[in-house]
């Protein structure tokens, strides 16, 4: 499928993916980021997972990184989102059988973890006739017992940690776990906080899509890669 068929109008000042030139990022400068995502030295990294895309290193550290437009920023691992410059690993599909499962119609139960409701209200906006979800067979719905699988945003409050492990035993297998956002997938800027408790090890997470939040057709571009609906 080609989507979308043309390519999105992004608001000016939209961030995608980090360029790095190449150029040495000093401790000192990578120490100024304020989520820990750059591994600064002579090969510098941005790590997705902990970007929120503020785009302060480009001021900071301006020969080393840049921002392109690229929204496609969805991948399968953590390890995936540790960006060095170079190419990008697109999201892998899932294996067949759970296309043959998943792959028509997908429901998903969101989890709000004590998120600050950005990553929602993007989330929110795939219902609208801008990006038309259902279009693809994929809805949410109320109820997990009526779910395919989680996604979850927020940083995993420690006030919504059993909330969020019972909303996820509640979904019949096979499922999935998708985690929405810098702070579902690193605490983002809440990384460390004593009230945080980070996503619970007993979520496999199937699909990270990093933001903050992640621009709506980030994470749609995210889904139906996961779905093996485009490649
Ligand atoms: S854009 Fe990302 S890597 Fe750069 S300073 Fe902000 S959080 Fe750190």
């Known amino acids: 499928m080609k989507f979308p068929a043309r390519p999105p109008v992004l608001p000016d000042l939209f961030r995608g993916l980090p360029v790095l030139t190449g150029q040495e990022i000093p401790a000192e400068s990578a120490a100024l980021c304020p989520t820990g995502a750059i591994k600064a030295g002579a090969k510098p990294q941005i790590d997705l997972g902990r970007c929120i895309f503020c785009g302060r290193c480009a001021q900071f550290a301006g020969n080393a990184v840049s921002f392109s437009r690229e929204y496609r920023l969805a991948a399968s691992t953590r390890a995936g989102m540790l960006h060095a410059g170079g190419e990008y690993p697109a999201a892998r599909a899932l294996d067949r059988e759970a296309r043959r499962i998943f792959g028509h ?127």
């Open 105 to 231: 119609s997908l429901k998903l139960r969101q989890v709000s973890a004590g998120g600050c409701a950005a990553c929602e209200a993007d989330v929110n906006v795939l219902g609208t006739l801008a990006f038309d979800l259902g279009r693809f067979g994929i809805q949410f719905v109320a109820s997990p017992r009526h779910a395919d699988g989680i996604l979850v945003t927020g940083p995993v409050t420690k006030n919504m940690q059993s909330a969020l492990l019972d909303t996820y035993a509640a979904i019949p297998e096979p499922k999935l776990a998708i985690a929405v956002g810098a702070c579902a997938i690193s605490g983002g800027i809440y990384s460390g906080s004593p009230e945080t408790c980070g996503m619970p090890e007993s979520i496999p997470v199937d699909l990270y899509i990093p933001g903050c939040p992640p621009h709506p057709i980030t994470i749609l571009d995210g889904l139906l890669r996961l779905l093996g609906r485009i490649r």
